[in-house]
């Protein structure tokens, strides 16, 4: 199983509406990382885990908030958000943090009304 | 500090025809160099890596890149395109840490 699943693969959501992206995978991978992309544009980190800790936040306002409960899960919970952050929400995982591949869920789509 | 240089923004490519995507990377260490391809409304899905060895590197679907040290390059090509090739690719850098540095990205349009 070399998956990385999203769920949902599309959300719209109001401007004070709470919400949660979810991400799974079970390859053993013990870094997750969250990443946004806008159209057009290549991916933006936002968050790494490494072994089910928060170890890089790359400046990401406090209306996203991550999640690690276990190895093979990641949330990434929405509050507040503006209709700029709009965007795919990508999630990924590799075996390790570090200069290894990462494997890409399909991403969510993400609307703010 | 690492940034990626993708050469070319969009490549309109015959099916059947040989297509080259342009990637050059500066960085003041030893990098690990990848592709990616995502298709429309689709995830990332890797294409090919350079680790270390062999600067020809082969990878899915055809695709194959040759690393080159010396003009800081990792350039993409496929002998024969598909129209299912039709997707934006990405090239990526990541020094020895976590994270990984993602070129503009080229839009491959491959019409009949």
């Known amino acids: 199983d070399t998956e990385v699943t999203q769920t949902p693969k599309h959300l719209v959501m109001g401007m004070t509406n709470k919400k949660s992206l979810k991400c799974e995978q079970h390859?053993?991978?013990?870094?997750m990382y969250w990443y946004k992309q806008k159209a057009k544009k290549p991916p933006e980190l936002m968050f790494v885990?490494?072994?089910?800790?928060?170890?890089i936040n790359e400046s990401v306002p406090s209306r996203f908030s991550p999640e690690c409960p276990n190895s093979s899960l990641l949330n990434l919970h929405l509050h507040a958000l503006q209709p700029e952050d709009s965007a795919l929400y990508l999630c990924a995982s590799s075996q390790v943090m570090g200069p290894t591949e990462a494997f890409f869920g399909q991403g969510t789509r993400l609307t703010v009304v | 500090a690492q940034s990626v240089t993708q050469l070319d923004s969009q490549v309109p490519v015959f099916e059947e025809a040989p297509v080259e995507l342009r990637c050059n990377y500066s960085s003041s260490v030893s990098v690990y160099l990848f592709w990616y391809v995502q298709y429309p409304n689709q995830g990332l899905q890797l294409l090919l890596k350079y680790l270390s060895g062999s600067t020809l590197v082969k990878g899915i679907n055809g695709f194959e890149a040759e690393f080159n040290k010396s003009q800081t390059s990792f350039h993409l090509r496929k002998p024969s395109v598909h129209i299912s090739d039709t997707a934006e690719y990405f090239c990526a850098v990541s020094p020895n840490d976590y994270k990984l540095s993602f070129g503009a990205g080229t839009t491959v349009t491959v019409r009949a």
């Open positions: 885990y490494s072994y089910e800790k928060l170890s």
């Open positions: 390859m053993g991978h013990r870094a």
